[in-house]
């Protein structure tokens, strides 16, 4: 990634478990970078396009989104839609980071834009894993400037 320390990851899991396996696992896949989670598509929405309770944050939009599908409020096909449609927001790179395995949702969310859909394994030791290796595998994505 682009200056692993600066990028903010921006983790939209309204699973409070799913989240903190998460989190745990990027860290030991040597993710360092600070993340902010929320917890459904409408507070993810707001965060990034500084609208509604986020509208007075000055805090820079995070650099890479790790989106859920299924959220409440707003699903997550419908905030990668918003995101991807918005000139502020659509260069942001989003990795979808769901149980979903359909291969409909998948083409979806690559026709909407989504840079990387990740299936979360059911299974602990494999979701473990799993996560531990897309920690790895941001580590070395490079990121573009949302300039």
């Known amino acids: 990634m682009r200056d692993n320390e600066q990028v903010k990851i921006l983790l939209v899991e309204d699973d409070a478990g799913h989240a903190r396996l998460i989190e745990k696992n990027l860290r030991r896949g040597g993710i360092n970078n600070e993340i902010r989670h929320l917890v459904n598509g409408r507070e993810a929405v707001d965060f990034l396009l500084k609208q509604g309770s986020f509208a007075s944050d000055h805090d820079p939009a995070p650099l890479l989104v790790l989106l859920d599908i299924n959220l409440p409020e707003l699903d997550g096909c419908q905030v990668l839609q918003r995101i991807k449609a918005d000139e502020r927001t659509r260069k942001i790179p989003v990795v979808m980071l769901t149980t979903t395995d359909n291969p409909e949702e998948i083409n ?40």
């Open 108 to 147: 979806r969310c690559y026709q909407l834009g989504c840079n990387v859909y990740v299936t979360k394994p059911v299974e602990y030791d494999a979701f473990c894993e799993a996560i531990r290796t897309l920690g790895l595998f941001l580590s070395i994505v490079k990121i573009p400037d949302l300039d």
